[in-house]
């Protein structure tokens, strides 16, 4: 053939995947194929090329790092067409040459500086057989490539354990037009747990993510008529896993249920774990999915601030005595810049226990990671209260007042169960309820009360200059003692007639107008004076506001 500046034909890779990457090291060993024009190329090239993230705590925020690396220069036989990638590298002569057929060894071994975990994108190239017949500049610096193969190269190491920094209730805020009424408008509290987390973070690479350790009691076990769950044999310590319980001071309310197992997944998260478990074995995957990563945004869990991103559901812990399993829940981190510092935000779930104790067992997790190398040690964070979920909707049935609902979870810390004071005259009206609904109100309102204000923010005033115009207090015409434990108060506020006066219209938009609403539990308290009995003082646990 004539001499060419280039290859005839750009070298191409096929059937590239990891053969080792040995616990520890840094080192990874690929292997597959690659396909040349041995007649004009002489040496095989493969550069790779990463990005990584990387979190120095004395620089101001993480940064993005481009690398490459050159993972194989080899010698191309004259006759060769098919190349495999080994250990070493190797051009078979002679008999072995005429067996083989044109087929020749090439070394491919990529050693990284660390083990952590990259995705790497590999593109093979390689130069001309005949560059002593041209010139340096007819011979093109850049050789043509062929088609670049991405692959997975996971940590080989066990992330260090995190520094837990500190864990404070998390607030999380809806509102939204009420979808059934036209001049109705609705704002959901719900709750959580922030982590707050020391840097430096990518111990393992990217990817890495916060896991809360949860652990079921119970496992899947394969019996004679199928998949069946029963207790484990090995129990995780109290160390090693999250953990949540009652207040102890609540007179009246409902239990927390399994210890271990806090609520941080959602009913939705729940049946889709439930639905990949049960067809698990068309799948070819079985309970309890064998440390795969079941659920998590790539498999359609719902995607939203506060939810798990990845879960496992079964990761050993390793620095346990038996090794007991854990399911991961994992979170990805976010970085603060106003504190350089790394938080997770967690969701807590509804649950019929109001204000539980919860502290968080928790790791890093890195899902692309060699067998018994995916989770740190473990790391607690402090005990927090999650604050209860409260629905305020806000309506206005005339232009003459603002028709005002709260609902959530209640308990008590006062409780008659015999009986309670008759309601104050000032709280009957034409919604007011009657017989046992009366008593469960009165009884509800000796441990809790909420107040609905109106208030106008003259022109030219600050947030702090908001004037009460009208109040009431308003009453729990639905009360849950059991069960659910759940209470609805409604009533109306008395909007002032006259110029300057909200008009007729949804709710939401900023105004010089809101409706204040707070909701105080009441706990015992000291007389208020000598030969009077004990008292009560409030705490406030909600207020929200909206605009008129």
């Given at each position: 053939m004539h001499a060419v500046p280039v290859p005839v034909r750009a070298p191409e890779l096929s059937a590239l995947s990891l053969f080792l990457r040995p616990q520890g090291r840094s080192v990874a060993a690929l292997t597959g194929l690659v396909h040349v024009h041995g007649a004009s190329t002489d040496v095989l090239l493969v550069t790779a090329g990463w990005t990584e993230q990387v979190d120095d705590p004395a620089s101001d925020r993480p940064q993005v790092v481009a690398k490459s690396d050159v993972v194989v220069r080899s010698a191309v036989g004259e006759g060769e067409r098919t190349g495999a990638m080994f250990l070493y590298d190797f051009q078979p002569t002679g008999v072995l040459a005429q067996l083989l057929g044109g087929v020749g060894f090439h070394k491919m071994i990529q050693t990284f500086t660390d083990t952590h975990y990259r995705r790497v994108t590999y593109l093979p190239s390689g130069t001309t057989r005949y560059a002593e017949y041209f010139s340096a500049g007819q011979v093109p610096a850049d050789a043509p490539s062929g088609e670049p193969v991405v692959l997975d190269i996971p940590s080989s190491a066990r992330p260090a354990a995190p520094t837990v920094l500190d864990a404070v209730p998390l607030l999380r805020w809806e509102s939204q037009p009420e979808p059934s009424e036209p001049f109705a408008w609705r704002q959901v509290r719900r709750s959580g747990v922030r982590v707050w987390l020391a840097r430096p973070w990518f111990s393992s690479g990217d990817g890495e993510l916060l896991g809360v350790l949860v652990f079921d009691p119970n496992e899947w076990v394969k019996g004679a008529t199928g998949w069946v769950s029963q207790p484990k044999t090995v129990v995780a310590p109290d160390a090693a896993t999250s953990l949540w319980a009652a207040d102890p001071i609540i007179k009246h309310g409902s239990e927390t249920t399994n210890p271990t197992v806090p609520p941080l997944l959602t009913t939705d998260q729940l049946l889709l774990d439930l639905l990949e478990?049960?067809?698990?074995?068309?799948?070819?995957?079985?309970?309890?999915?064998?440390?795969?990563?079941?659920?998590?945004?790539?498999?359609?869990?719902?995607?939203?601030?506060?939810?798990?991103?990845?879960?496992?559901?079964?990761?050993?812990?390793?620095?346990?005595?038996?090794?007991?399993?854990?399911?991961?829940?994992?979170?990805?981190?976010?970085?603060?810049?106003?504190?350089?510092?790394?938080?997770?935000?967690?969701?807590?779930?509804?649950?019929?226990?109001?204000?539980?104790?919860?502290?968080?067992?928790?790791?890093r997790y890195q899902p692309h990671s060699i067998e018994g190398c995916s989770l740190s040690p473990v790391a607690l964070t402090g005990w927090v209260q999650p604050l209860p979920a409260r629905t305020l909707t806000v309506s206005r049935p005339d232009a003459g007042q603002v028709q005002v609902t709260l609902t959530g979870v209640v308990n008590w810390h006062q409780w008659n169960q015999h009986g309670a004071p008759a309601l104050p005259g000032d709280q009957l009206t034409a919604d007011t309820p009657t017989g046992e609904d009366a008593v469960r109100a009165s009884r509800l309102q000796q441990a809790r009360t909420v107040r609905a204000s109106v208030q106008h923010r003259p022109d030219g005033a600050g947030d702090l200059e908001w004037q009460t115009v009208s109040s009431t207090l308003l009453l729990a015409v639905s009360v849950q003692e059991d069960g659910g434990h759940s209470a609805t108060w409604t009533g109306s506020v008395v909007l002032p007639g006259g110029e300057g006066s909200p008009g007729l219209r949804r709710p939401g938009e900023e105004s010089s107008w809101r409706v204040l609403v707070e909701e105080h539990e009441l706990f015992d308290a000291d007389p208020p004076a000598p030969g009077v009995g004990p008292g009560t003082t409030p705490r406030l646990v909600y207020a929200d506001e909206v605009y008129l």
């Open positions: 478990t049960a067809v698990s074995p068309g799948v070819g995957i079985t309970p309890p999915l064998h440390g795969e990563v079941p659920g998590g945004r790539v498999r359609g869990w719902p995607d939203a601030p506060g939810n798990p991103v990845a879960v496992a559901g079964t990761v050993p812990l390793l620095d346990v005595k038996g090794a007991p399993s854990a399911r991961v829940l994992g979170y990805q981190p976010e970085f603060d810049e106003a504190t350089r510092r790394w938080f997770v935000d967690v969701n807590v779930q509804e649950t019929p226990a109001l204000w539980p104790f919860l502290r968080l067992a928790v790791a």
